[in-house]
């Protein structure tokens, strides 16, 4: 069974850094989409940005671009957000979720979710 499983959240200040890992088990591809999700309470769940060995494609929300990275390490099979210079606007719950049938980023759905980890940004 395919399962993410995040961690790394919790309390920055603003302008700070934060990395979210996303360790992913039960599937052994060599190509895979990696994308992460940010949702408020109440709100749509929303795209931050994906990365694909498959497709070679890399792609960020607007609101996140040149503050936030995503990597993938195959080899422990973990991905990571790494988020710097934070906002108070990106206090949000974040979920990985990658597509075992489709490599590409964006994929059109994902069908396997990790369980979401809190970040806060706060002074």
């Known amino acids: 069974q395919v399962q993410l499983v995040e961690s790394g959240g919790g309390l920055a200040q603003p302008g700070g850094s934060l990395r979210l890992s996303c360790a992913l088990s039960?599937?052994?591809?060599?190509?895979?989409?990696i994308a992460w999700f940010r949702q408020a309470p109440g709100a749509e769940r929303m795209p931050v940005g994906c990365t694909s060995d498959g497709d070679n494609n890399e792609e960020y929300a607007d609101s996140v671009k040149g503050r936030f990275t995503i990597t993938k390490d195959d080899n422990i099979k973990t991905a990571y957000l790494q988020m710097n210079n934070l906002k108070f606007e990106d206090t949000d719950i974040y979920y990985c979720a990658t597509e075992i049938s489709d490599y590409a980023c964006p994929a059109r759905e994902y069908d396997v979710w990790g369980q979401g980890t809190q970040v806060t940004v706060s002074s």
């Open positions: 039960g599937f052994d591809i060599d190509y895979y989409v």
